[in-house]
């Protein structure tokens, strides 16, 4: 919504909800936990390469830099690995955000809804690990989280990424004309999906 109230966001720690799951969190081939400060290099070996950050938010090709950016303890809180056999694959945000909401109610719709990210190294592309990992995170968000409503975004262009959301039974609720600048200058379209926790449980059944 455009009148977003910015002061209203971010007012619940996830870090603190995420303490309260027990991890790690198992699939039928992958592992969801925390990340911590030591997967920096980890984290690092794929979110350095242009094909991996071609469509995230920043793109640093200087090590110390990245972890300047990333490795805070506000995006390690919402930063979780995802795991094959012990090794990492890819990464997954769950960021926990306020509902939009008038003044008046704000305070009902605090810490209400998640956002979810996805990164897979290239090597680990193609076999459904972001499509097992990310239902996985829908039920914690939905089930052990008692989220009311989940959301994510990309750019348009973003062809994988709007495609798993299809996949996981996002919707397509919004799509921005020509709103996002690209680092390579060019303007370029967004597209919002979101799922509600009773359209999630009803593909459950
Ligand atoms: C977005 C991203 C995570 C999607 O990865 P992905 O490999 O396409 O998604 P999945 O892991 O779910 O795999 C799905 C693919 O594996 C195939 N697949 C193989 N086995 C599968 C299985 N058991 N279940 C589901 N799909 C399977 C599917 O057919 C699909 O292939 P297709 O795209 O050729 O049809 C990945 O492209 C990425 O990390 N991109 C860079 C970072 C990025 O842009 N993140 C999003 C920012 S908004």
């Given at each position: 919504m455009a009148a977003n109230d910015q002061d209203h966001r971010d007012t619940r720690d996830e870090g603190e909800l995420?303490?309260?799951?027990?991890?790690?969190?198992?699939?039928?081939?992958?592992?969801?936990?925390?990340?911590?400060?030591?997967?920096?290099?980890?984290?690092?070996?794929?979110?350095?390469?242009?094909?991996?950050?071609?469509?995230?938010?920043?793109?640093c090709t200087?090590?110390?830099?990245?972890?300047?950016?990333?490795?805070?303890?506000?995006?390690?809180?919402?930063?979780?690995?995802?795991?094959?056999?012990?090794?990492?694959?890819g990464e997954l945000m769950l960021r926990i955000t306020d509902a939009w909401a008038q003044a008046e109610v704000a305070d009902h719709g605090k810490g209400l809804q998640a956002e979810l990210g996805w990164v897979l190294a290239p090597q680990h592309t193609?076999?459904?690990?972001a499509t097992e990992i990310v239902e996985a995170a829908l039920r914690l968000c939905f089930v052990d989280l008692?989220?009311?409503?989940?959301?994510?975004?990309?750019?348009?262009?973003?062809?994988?990424?709007?495609r798993l959301m299809e996949?996981?039974?996002?919707?397509?609720?919004?799509?921005s004309v020509g709103e996002s600048l690209h680092r390579d200058g060019t303007?370029?379209?967004?597209y919002g999906y979101a799922i509600l926790a009773g359209e999630w449980?009803?593909?459950?059944?």
């Open positions: 995420l303490d309260k799951i027990v991890w790690p969190v198992r699939t039928d081939r992958l592992s969801l936990r925390r990340a911590t400060a030591d997967d920096a290099d980890t984290i690092w070996s794929w979110r350095r390469l242009e094909e991996v950050s071609r469509w995230l938010t920043f793109w200087d090590r110390d830099e990245f972890a300047a950016k990333h490795l805070t303890a506000a995006r390690l809180g919402r930063t979780l690995l995802i795991e094959r056999d012990g090794a990492a694959v193609g076999h459904g690990y008692g989220m009311r409503r989940v959301f994510a975004d990309c750019f348009a262009d973003n062809t994988a990424s709007w996949r996981v039974g996002m919707r397509r609720e919004l799509h303007w370029r379209d967004g449980f009803d593909r459950q059944r």
